[in-house]
């Protein structure tokens, strides 16, 4: 099957500011190309406390799903700071391919960055 | 041969906005070592809908196409909408290899991102 | 293990110029998902002298770190010059995952740019 | 030994405009981490006519090299068009590990996008 269930993302940040109409901001793009839903699983690591889990995500059979990680809630309403390094662990049920994008609006025109995670198995 | 014959990109968009002289736009690279033609054939899913396919670029032989998304169009002259998030497949009947690259000019001063397609099979 | 112990990353530069509030730097973003801390060495490759040595800094287990190149001393005090390019060999004696980043603010408006490093051995 | 022989890169191109200070430009960035120097050949792929070839550069044991693709002449003087999408083929006869990364200028605030070439056989 195409892709694989777990991918990282060393180098997550979300930036303080925004300018203009466009907030600052990262997603985790996943695609399913396969014939069943997948459940992604976020878990998010940091310099100086213990990873944050808890984040679940449906991505539907055949289709992406760009999860905006500026927006994204945990069952207890808990969100990711800003202005804090922090690193990605995907998990999939279903084998997915994950890349890891972030605008940029701190200062007067945005900036754009993109990576294709790293495949942690097959 | 060099290259593969299936790549993912899940990170599609076209932003809807533009300013200045340039229009942003994605463009989907392919590079054609070989000495026998290539026929392309993108694929694209989307978050709440079913894949749209029908898109099919030639490549010559030792060429490289850089294939605007903005512009392309299917068959029944159908493009892709601004403004949504998709990702994209990449087929072709001769190993190639894929770059997929935006650039962004909602703002004032442009934006790029890029990186290489996720390879699926040999 | 998840990751490799060593990652090369030849695309190296701290730009001489910085605007606004934000600092022209570079970032190698590490990620240490397993239960033992990780020492992470950096060498620096040049175009017209013998590579630098003796960098070193903890990744701790179940931690991420983005080192800032531009803040980085080696046990004599000494930095990386600006202005310079070069290159990175990151090596660590647990496996991690490595991504390198620059941020430049030559010209009003940031720039990002991001990847994954290259995996030199499991 | 570490590295490969051969990288592909699809997305080349040269923008024509440049603002500033800084140029629009290019960058094949190579490190060469083996005690031989390494003589790197780039053949350029184009969408319309045949490859060009006969850029050859040298990459000394132990260094790395940021080949500015808007600088680079063949033996007859000949560079690269601006304006004309491009893709690189880069080989070397020591491995090395090759990044290819774009500067653009076009609009005031540059633009940078990064990422590792393909790397065709080890």
Known sequence: MIGHRKWLIPDGYLPERSTGELVSHEAVCVLNVHDEDAAIRLTF??????????????????????I??????????????????YAIVVESDVPVVVQHSRMDTSQPALALFTTMAYPAEA
Chains 1, 2, 3, 4 share one sequence.
């Open 45 to 66: 690591y940091f310099e100086d406390r213990e990873p944050m889990s808890g984040f679940v995500v449906p991505c539907g059979a055949r289709r992406t799903r760009h």
């Open 68 to 85: 905006r990680l500026d927006q994204l809630r945990d069952d207890a309403g808990r969100g990711l700071p800003r202005g804090v390094p």
